[in-house]
């Protein structure tokens, strides 16, 4: 997994976090959505775009990008997407654009041609090295730093971050979702470690989390009615939550698909999960892994 699509799989739960970051003041910040979008009849793809609610007629549509790698074409190609963004779905909003950069050294120099929209105020740049060293305000300002902490700094700050939000997670979003979320940014950071081996560093393993709704609706014990169900079970379960949360409920001959999948399957087809942004590319996962499934 990419850097940037960390940023967008945040950013995709948590959509209120890129105002939050670019300092834009909306009434509802939680009523945002967080997609990619192809730009019809050209080959172009908007890879991060946060959908105002219809009724806002005041709030921004705001384009994303998460640039952590030098790249010289990179404003040229960003605006065209935009204006061609523009051209083809006429948005009713006006729009505003968020870059989101490690420091100052990812940054290229843009063309001149492009120097009235930089100095814009649509235009907002975000240097992350910036508020690196600065005690995070929110939750999801701590997850930011997270992502960008060096890796010998992440063990400490992630199980700093467990037992924030444990206590304190953010308004509209699920103890579980920041759990995942840290979960997966110390996969990232910490390539050498299992999934096992992060949960225990994170003290997931402990029973007082049987109380938490972390462990209910993620790591449940799978018992209904007194009963406790196989291994199996529980890890089509895990999946089933997990593409909910992600894409919304399956279809039932969809579900059907995922419940008659082996323990290995639905394990890899979890760790897929984490990892996908659209439903489609979970499809094409579950095809290319020699799954015959209908959309």
């Known amino acids: 997994m990419k850097t940037d699509s960390l940023f967008y799989r945040l950013f995709q ?9 670019a300092g834009i003041q909306v009434a509802d910040p939680g009523d945002y959505q967080f997609r990619s979008e192809e730009i019809k009849q050209t080959a172009f793809r908007v890879d991060g775009l946060l959908i105002p609610p219809a009724r806002q007629m005041e709030a921004p549509l705001v384009f994303v990008e998460v640039q952590f790698q030098p790249d010289a074409e990179f404003y040229g190609r960003f605006f065209a997407e935009i204006f061609l963004y523009l051209y083809r779905a006429k948005p009713a909003h006006r729009w505003q654009a968020v870059v989101i950069y490690p420091d100052r050294t990812a940054e290229t120099d843009a063309s001149p041609h492009y120097s009235v929209l930089l100095h814009s ?44 939000a444990m206590r304190d997670t ?26 096992e081996e992060v949960r225990n560093m994170l003290g997931l393993q402990d029973t007082s ?26 890890s089509r379960r895990l999946v089933l ?40 590319e979970a499809f094409a996962w579950l095809r290319s892994q020699g799954i015959s499934i209908h959309e």
């Open 121 to 164: 105020s649509q235009i907002t740049r975000i240097y992350l090295e910036d508020g690196q060293n600065q005690p995070a305000d929110t939750l999801g300002l701590a997850l930011v730093q997270l992502i960008v902490s060096p890796a010998e700094q992440v063990p400490m700050q992630a199980q700093a971050l467990v037992q924030t």
């Open 13 to 21: 739960q948590w959509p209120g976090l890129v105002l939050e970051l």
């Open 170 to 195: 953010a308004p509209g979003l699920l103890l579980s979702q920041v759990m995942d979320l840290i979960e997966t940014i110390l996969v990232y950071k910490l390539p050498r470690l299992s999934r």
């Open 241 to 280: 939550r997990l593409w909910s949360r992600r894409f919304g409920p399956p279809q039932p001959d969809c579900e059907a698909t995922l419940n008659r999948l082996s323990l290995a399957q639905t394990e890899a087809l979890a760790e897929a999960l984490l990892d996908v942004r659209e439903v489609a």
């Open 209 to 234: 989390l049987k109380e938490t709704r972390f462990y209910q609706e993620v790591f449940a014990e799978g018992r209904q009615e007194g009963r406790q169900e196989g291994e199996v079970g529980e």
